[in-house]
C-alpha cells in the first residue's frame, strides 16, 4: 500500500505586487500627509528600497506623483521637516522617477542654511550627506566628521543600556559611508562599541536595533557574529502582517522594515512575507527579556557584583528565568567581546 502525501503549493510571491502593496500601504494608507509620522515612515520605507538597490516598479512609485506635485511649497511652509522631505524626494529620483527638484531643494536648503537651527551633530551629518547626493556643498565643519567619530570610539558608553546612543551610533556610520557605498573609516574602538551595542541589543531580544548594529558593522566591512544573523534571520520571518481598516499604526512597522533591510545586505531575499494590498499593520513575535532580568539581578547584589560573568553568574542564576540565562550563555560563549562588555555591564565598585 503506497501512502500519498499532497503537498500545499504556497502562493507565488511576485515582486512587483509585494512592493506596489508596501509602498501603496505607507502612501495612502496607514497615515495622512499633514502627519509628520507619514513623512516619517515614508522616508524610512524610501531610503531602505534606495540604498539596497532594489528595483521598484515605476507604478508603485507614482504612487508618490501628488506629493512631489507640491513638495517645494511644503519646504518652504515647513522647513523644519527638510530633512525628510529631501531624503524622500532624493530616493524617489534615484529610484527611478527622475527629475530636478531633489537639486533644487537641496540649493534652497544651503541657501537658508537650514542645517543651521540643527543642534545635533548627527542631524548635521545627516543634512551634508543629503545635500551631496546633488553635489551641493553645506555651511563648512571641518570637524565635524572626527567628532562624530570620536562618539562611536567611546567604547564605555555602549557597556550600559542606551537605546538613544546606539541608533545614534549606527546611523553615524550610514552617514560618513554614504549607506554602505564607501568606507565610513571606523577605527578599531568603533568597532567594539558595535560589538558592545549589538549585546546588548541581544540581551533586549531588540531585533530592530540589532538588525541596525548588523547593516552598520557590514558597512565597515565587518561580519556580524552568525548567531546574530541567524537569530535575526528567524525574527524576520515571524513577523505578521494584518490588513484591515482598523489595524493599529502604534506598530512595530520600522522593526519590520530593518529587519528586511538587514535580509537585503547580508544578501537574501527581503520582504517575502506575504503583502496584500489595504492598511497594514506589523507585529513581532513575543519574545522574552533577559537584559530586564539581568539588570535587575545584578543591581540586587550591590557591592556584591564583580566584573566577571563566570563568578556572577552563580550568584544571579537563582534570580533568573532559564530563558534568560539561556541566552546570555549563548553570548557569552561566541561573542569574541562579551567579557570586555560584561566588565563595563556589571558596574562593579559603583555600588
Not at 20 to 26: E, G, N
Not at 33 to 57: H, Q, S, Y
Not at 240 to 262: K, P, Q, R
Request: hydrophobic share 45%; net charge negative; glycine share 8%.
Amino acid at each position: 500500500m503506497t501512502n500519498v502525501i499532497a503537498l500545499r503549493r504556497q502562493p507565488e510571491i511576485r515582486h512587483d505586487d509585494q512592493l506596489h502593496a508596501l509602498i501603496d500601504s505607507f502612501a495612502n494608507r496607514r497615515r495622512h500627509r499633514e502627519d509628520a509620522f507619514w513623512l516619517k515612515e515614508n522616508a524610512e520605507l524610501l531610503n531602505i528600497l534606495e540604498c539596497t538597490g532594489t528595483r521598484v516598479p515605476g507604478a508603485a512609485l507614482d504612487l508618490h506623483a501628488d506629493f512631489l506635485a507640491d513638495v517645494q511649497d511644503r519646504m518652504a511652509f515647513f522647513p523644519q521637516y527638510y530633512r525628510f522631505l529631501l531624503s524622500m524626494v532624493l530616493d524617489l529620483e534615484d529610484l527611478g522617477l527622475g527629475g530636478d527638484i531633489g537639486e533644487r531643494l537641496c540649493r534652497i536648503a544651503a541657501r537658508d542654511d537650514l542645517a543651521g537651527a540643527e543642534l545635533s551633530d548627527l542631524q548635521r551629518m545627516e543634512a551634508r550627506r543629503l545635500l551631496a547626493r546633488r553635489g551641493v556643498a553645506p555651511a563648512g565643519d571641518a570637524g565635524l566628521p572626527d567628532r562624530l567619530r570620536a562618539f562611536c570610539a567611546r567604547t564605555a558608553t555602549f557597556t550600559l543600556p542606551n537605546k538613544k546612543a546606539a541608533y545614534e551610533l549606527t546611523h553615524i556610520v550610514y552617514y560618513l559611508g554614504e549607506y554602505g557605498r564607501r568606507d565610513p573609516g571606523l577605527d578599531a574602538r568603533a568597532i567594539t562599541s558595535l560589538h558592545f551595542a549589538g549585546n546588548l541589543a541581544f540581551l533586549e531580544q531588540n531585533s530592530d536595533l540589532l538588525s541596525e548594529i548588523c547593516i552598520a558593522l557590514r558597512h565597515a566591512g565587518e561580519t556580524p557574529p552568525p548567531f546574530w544573523t541567524a537569530w535575526l534571520e528567524r525574527e524576520t520571518h515571524l513577523f505578521a502582517v494584518e490588513t484591515g481598516d482598523h489595524g493599529s499604526i502604534a506598530d512595530d512597522y520600522h522593526d519590520f522594515l530593518v529587519c528586511n533591510w538587514h535580509a537585503a545586505v547580508a544578501g537574501g531575499p527581503a520582504f517575502r512575507t506575504p503583502l496584500t494590498s489595504g492598511r497594514m499593520s506589523f507585529a513581532r513575535a513575543p519574545r522574552a527579556t533577559p537584559l530586564r532580568e539581568l539588570s535587575e539581578a545584578l543591581f540586587a547584589e550591590g557591592a556584591a557584583r564583580r566584573p566577571d560573568w563566570g563568578v556572577m553568574r552563580a550568584r544571579v542564576e537563582g534570580r533568573m528565568s532559564p530563558q534568560a540565562l539561556q541566552v546570555i550563555d549563548m553570548l557569552a560563549g561566541q561573542s569574541a567581546h562579551f567579557d570586555a562588555f560584561f566588565e563595563g555591564f556589571a558596574r562593579a565598585g559603583h555600588a
